[in-house]
């Protein structure tokens, strides 16, 4: 079965930069690959480099996370430990700008050969 990502796009809140990153790397990716269905997980953060002529992100860091199985599922999970709490989100992160964004393959993996 074909893995499904989720991509999540935040940003820390003002000069909280290396307490949201402490907090997201030490704790945070480590909560999300404990629910059912969550396999892999890794961060980005925004290169300088951009290709010319596009708008930058709003968005400095990325997460992405593989899902198996049904990603409906996983997602719903994800979703009500958020708001019980159990999963809590820091004050370090600007909660207005997380962008979570779901995605199902629809071509197998290519690589370089």
Same mark, same amino acid.
């Given at each position: ?33 404990? /629910?059912? +269905? ?7 953060? =925004?290169?300088?480099?951009?290709? @010319? *002529? ?12 593989? /899902?198996? +199985? ?7 999970? =994800?979703?009500?430990?958020?708001? @019980? *709490? ?28």
């Amino acid at each position: 079965m074909p893995k499904h990502v989720l991509a999540v796009f935040s940003n820390p809140t003002e000069d909280n930069e290396a307490e949201f990153n402490e907090w997201y790397t030490g704790q945070h990716l480590d909560e999300v690959l404990q /629910i059912p +269905g969550f396999v892999a997980a890794q961060r980005f953060k =925004l290169n300088d480099n951009q290709l @010319s *002529g596009f708008v930058p992100s709003a968005h400095r860091y990325m997460a992405l996370y593989e /899902i198996e +199985g049904d990603p409906d599922e996983a997602l719903e999970e =994800l979703h009500k430990r958020v708001e @019980s *709490g159990t999963i809590a989100l820091p004050k370090s992160i600007d909660a207005a700008s997380i962008g979570p964004w779901s995605f199902t393959p629809i071509t197998e993996r290519m690589t370089e050969e």
